[in-house]
Structure formats: structure tokens, C-alpha cells
């Protein structure tokens, strides 16, 4: 699953090289795909199942009101703009699976503050990602920070998951909830923990499309993941966001100074 993950993580960072207005989210998805085949994976979401629905491409790519699960198309970035993008690899029988918000040219302060509060969140998060905790625990460590704290919406109808030989696992694990709730954390559990969390309504619908999930509101969302692994005392993180983080420092398109 470390392997799995620092290819995703890899395969972001050469996002976040090249991410520019004027870019569509098509040539992205085509991006992802190349580089997961290229390292010897399969990108994990191209053709998952849900009911009789198959998602069809390698990446969600889900822009501002959108929230996660976003169809890649012909539509341009724009200077203002955020972008989440999803990606997941599977190689030698495991899944890794992280997420994560740039936002294009500058989409002023208020929604990067979104994106901070939404990062802050995941980290918060994964302190409780320990032996000793609950998935309550975790749940209840990214609401605070966010819906309480910052009066976002934390979205209902999506939940973070366990992840490993599938995509999707038990655990559940979701954004909000009680503290001391839920499964028990033991160490060796894997799991995706992944705050979506909206700047005004918590309430989201589906597209026609059957997979883009927007806000209600059509306000802005933010989509940070990680796949972690439960451990004693701190969780140990499989995916990472450094390399990521460095190269959106140095492309002069994306605004990063939120962190
Ligand atoms: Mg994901
Ligand atoms: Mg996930």
C-alpha cells in the first residue's frame, strides 16, 4: 500500500508541475492515466463499480461547486478556480488512493481559507487515526475544526473508507460524528480518511452524469485524502503531500500561500 500510495502521491506532484489556466480537466484525467500505467499500476477508479454504473475515467476531477467524483471534460481552468483531484493506483494487490485542492491563479482569500481549514482538518484527523481510538474519534476531530469551528458544512451523504485489497473497505469513516463512537481503531487497520467539506450548505445533489456530486448552493468545496495506516502513538501516513506541496510552491499558476 506504500507503494500504491507514492505513486499517487508521485503522480500529483507532476500535476501540481503543470497545472495552469487554460488546462482542461480531460488532458488531466489523460495525464493521471499515463503516469499510473507508465509506474506499472491501474488507476483504481477507471470502470469502479457502483450499482450497474461504471465510473469512466482514471481521475475525479471535480472543479469549485463540485465536491468529489467530478467527470473530467473539455472545460477550461480558470484563473480563480479550484480544482480537487482524486486519484487512486492499484498495483501488486493493494489500493492507494489520496486527494488533493489547488487552487488555480487566485480564488481570493475566503476560499483559501476554505482549503487551509479543509487541510487542517484531514491532519487533525489522523492524530486520532491511533490505537486507543474510535473511527468516532476521527469523525469528530474534523468536525470540530471545521463545521464547528469554522461554521463550513461538513458533507453527509460521502464518508472516508477503509482501503487495501479493495478500494472500499469497512470501515466507514466519516466527517462528522461522536467522539468515542464507532469500530475500534487497532494498529495495522488502513484506512482513507478524506474531509469534503463545503464552504456554505453541508447538503449536496448528484448530476446527470450520475457520479459529479455538487453543492447545493453552488458554493465552493474543498477535497483533501490521505490513506493511513493505524499505528501506536501516530498514525503512520502511506500517501504524502511534500513533493506535492513543493511543486505547487514553484508554479507561479497555482496560489499556495495558505499554508
Ligand atoms: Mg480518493
Ligand atoms: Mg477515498
Redesign the pocket.
Known amino acids: 500500500m506504500r507503494h500504491s500510495n507514492s505513486i499517487v502521491s508521485a503522480c500529483h506532484s507532476e500535476i501540481a508541475k503543470v497545472l495552469k489556466p487554460g488546462m482542461t480537466t480531460i488532458y488531466i484525467n489523460g495525464l493521471v492515466e499515463t503516469f499510473i500505467r507508465d509506474n506499472g499500476g491501474v488507476p483504481s477508479f477507471l470502470n469502479y463499480k457502483v450499482g450497474d454504473q461504471r465510473f469512466p475515467f482514471s481521475a475525479?476531477i471535480s472543479v469549485n461547486d463540485a465536491v468529489v467524483h467530478g467527470f473530467p471534460n473539455n472545460r477550461e481552468l480558470k484563473e480563480g478556480d479550484i480544482v480537487s483531484i482524486?486519484?487512486?493506483v492499484f498495483k501488486n494487490g493493494f489500493h492507494g488512493?489520496?486527494?488533493y485542492t489547488f487552487a488555480i491563479g487566485d480564488p481570493g482569500e475566503e476560499v483559501m481559507q476554505l482549503l487551509k481549514v479543509t487541510k487542517e482538518s484531514l491532519y487533525k484527523g489522523i492524530e486520532k487515526a491511533v490505537f486507543g481510538c474510535r473511527v468516532g474519534d476521527i469523525s469528530w476531530a474534523i468536525q470540530e475544526h471545521t463545521e464547528r469551528k469554522h461554521k463550513y458544512g461538513v458533507v453527509r451523504d460521502l464518508v472516508g473508507h477503509g482501503v487495501g485489497r479493495n478500494l472500499h473497505e469497512d470501515p466507514q469513516v466519516p466527517n462528522f460524528g461522536k467522539r468515542g463512537n464507532g469500530p475500534k481503531l487497532n494498529p495495522g487497520i488502513t484506512l482513507?480518511i478524506?474531509p469534503m467539506i463545503n464552504m456554505g450548505t453541508k447538503d449536496v445533489y448528484y448530476e446527470k452524469d450520475g457520479w459529479t456530486v455538487r453543492t447545493r448552493d453552488g458554493k465552493p468545496s474543498a477535497h483533501y485524502?490521505h490513506s493511513v495506516c493505524v499505528q501506536k502513538g501516530k498514525a503512520d501516513i502511506l500517501s504524502s503531500f511534500k513533493d506535492i506541496e513543493t511543486a505547487e510552491k514553484a508554479n507561479a499558476n497555482l496560489r499556495s500561500d495558505y499554508y
Open positions: 475525479c482524486d486519484i487512486g488512493d489520496s486527494a482513507a478524506e485524502e
